[in-house]
């Protein structure tokens, strides 16, 4: 079926900290796994991505890592700031497709 | 570049009433999706385009929703007629290519009453 969890839903952190959101997806068909940054008022933005035939991928203090075997992966962000807030949504699909099935999102409080 | 660009940024309407929404992609963007996102989820996939064809629309409700994408450019999604349970928000985005990250616009918010 097509499912994500995504935990957790709430996260707030101290700034500078790190913040770690983790996904678990149902379809091991799917080897397209991008991560989204949603603040008030805007459309979901594309912060980093991930291919199945890679384990980690690193953007400045943004990474994410995949573990395929488990079905699952997780964004970490280092060395928040408070620009950093905002809901975070992982989502999961197949490059062959284009659909993304999106996760239920997670809001990031990083306070000063 | 230009973004993805969407009108009306906000709509309120009375239920049964129609509304539609329009969706300016990225230029040389082929594909194009249109989300619902409720408050409090994820965005969920309505319908997708590749240029001017309909690829995917099993999740679309088609007694009440349509959308075209004339030449394989613009797009508009249409509901008739609204629901109470049609308040979300929708996102249009599109990409270069199917299965390549995609760029969202900032949505239209609708409201029913």
């Known amino acids: 079926g097509e499912n994500v969890e995504q935990h957790p839903s709430t996260l707030s952190v101290q700034e500078g900290d790190s913040a770690v959101i983790k996904c678990t997806y149902s379809d091991s068909a799917s080897n397209y796994f991008p991560w989204y940054k949603q603040e008030l008022g805007k459309g979901p933005q594309l912060i980093i991505d991930?291919?199945?035939?890679?384990g980690e991928k690193k953007d400045q203090r943004i990474a994410v890592t995949l573990n395929k075997t488990a079905k699952h992966f997780s964004l970490h962000i280092t060395e928040t700031q408070p620009e950093d807030s905002a809901v975070y949504f992982c989502a999961w699909g197949s490059s062959n497709t284009g659909k993304l099935i999106f996760g239920q999102g997670t809001t990031l409080q990083v306070k000063p | 570049e230009a973004g993805v660009a969407q009108s009306p940024r906000y709509k309120i309407i009375e239920k049964r009433q129609s509304v539609a929404f329009w969706c300016n992609p990225i230029?040389?963007?082929?594909?194009l999706y249109w989300y619902q996102q409720i408050l409090g989820q994820g965005p969920k996939l309505l319908i997708q385009?590749?240029?001017?064809?309909?690829?995917?629309d099993s999740q679309l409700p088609k007694d009440r929703f349509s959308a075209e994408r004339l030449k394989g450019v613009d797009s508009t999604l249409k509901i008739q007629p609204a629901k109470l349970e049609d308040s979300a928000v929708y996102l249009c985005a599109s990409s270069l290519a199917r299965g390549l990250g995609y760029t969202f616009g900032s949505g239209t918010r609708l409201t029913v009453v």
């Open positions: 991930i291919r199945s035939n890679v």
């Open positions: 230029s040389g963007h082929a594909t």
């Open positions: 385009f590749q240029n001017n064809g309909v690829v995917d």
